[in-house]
């Protein structure tokens, strides 16, 4: 069974500032899919982003950007130019892209981030 | 902009009472999910729907719990009966078929068992 883990329960920014939220995961597959999604206080979880494993250029949105190693099994998240409206828990997450867990999506615990002013 | 609409929002019950929840996915999205989401903690999935069928329900407490997707749109997610370790926020979200696909999540429902 894949495993995903985030080592960071909770990291703090000064606005305007980077961040980088780390996340390892454990798998035997070689093709799969890796994203972080966003859950702000008592907002609905909203996709930040995602990576395909067979894509070795990281994937960037904007300020957002990962760091995927795969051979070290690494997919990090930098938030550039932090903004108050980016405190939120931040969930790293996997999915199969094929057998019988296609789809569906293994979270890891969270990363509490909070911004400040 | 289309969402995920789930209700209620909130319940509280007594334990070996029955709850049921509702979801209703954004229109088009044949993959439904429904997520148990302990307070600080990541969310883990309990059963997954394509169209009208379970493709995936390995998580799902099935002896007390019970999903259903007819016509393969809205969804219910039952407990019968609570028990206090089923306090959490049950999730719902719904995809495009497809893996790399965004799910979209609904609010969730904070159940409490007393």
């Known amino acids: 069974a894949q495993t995903v883990t985030q080592s960071q329960p909770e990291m703090s920014v000064q606005e305007a500032e980077t961040v980088t939220l780390s996340c390892t995961y454990d798998t035997s597959e070689s093709d799969y899919y890796l994203f972080w999604y966003k859950q702000p206080p008592s907002r609905q979880m909203i996709l930040v982003i995602r990576q395909e494993a067979y894509k070795q250029q990281n994937a960037t949105e904007n300020r957002f950007s990962v760091n995927f190693q795969k051979a070290a099994k690494s997919f990090s998240l930098k938030i550039s130019d932090s903004q108050l409206g980016d405190a939120a828990m931040y969930f790293c997450?996997?999915?199969?892209?094929?057998?019988?867990?296609?789809?569906?999506?293994?979270f890891g615990q969270g990363t509490i981030l909070t911004v400040h002013p | 902009e289309a969402e995920v609409a789930q209700s209620p929002r909130y319940k509280i019950t007594e334990k070996s009472q029955a709850v049921a929840f509702w979801c209703d996915p954004i229109?088009?999205?044949?993959?439904l999910y429904w997520y148990r989401q302990i307070l600080g903690q990541g969310p883990e999935l309990l059963v997954q729907?394509?169209?009208?069928?379970?493709?995936?329900d390995s998580q799902l407490p099935k002896d007390r719990f019970s999903a259903e997707r007819l016509k393969g749109v809205d969804s219910t997610l039952k407990i019968q009966p609570a028990e206090l370790g089923d306090s959490a926020m049950y999730l719902c979200a719904s995809s495009f078929s497809g893996v790399y696909n965004e799910q979209f999540f609904g609010p969730g429902t904070r159940l409490t068992v007393l």
């Open positions: 729907f394509q169209d009208e069928s379970v493709v995936d």
């Open positions: 229109s088009g999205h044949a993959t």
């Open positions: 997450a996997y999915a199969s892209a094929g057998g019988t867990s296609y789809g569906k999506l293994t």
